[in-house]
């Protein structure tokens, strides 16, 4: 199967349906922890 992830429908889907679980992700680093999940800042909430 080919095709895109929308991220941003993904990630906001989960509020929108009133899940309050976790959500995990799997990725392979690109060097350190932190470089390989600069992608997910937009979506990430502080504490």
């Known amino acids: 199967m080919d ?3 929308n ?5 906001n889907l989960p509020d929108e349906v009133d899940c ?3 959500i995990d ?11 390989g999940l600069d992608w997910f800042a937009l979506w990430a909430k502080k504490s």
Do not use: A
Request: proline share 9%; hydrophobic share 30%.
């Open 3 to 5: 095709g895109e992830i």
């Open 25 to 35: 992700c799997e990725y392979i680093p690109r060097g350190n922890t932190l470089d």
């Open 20 to 22: 309050d679980g976790w």
């Open 7 to 11: 991220y941003p429908w993904l990630f």
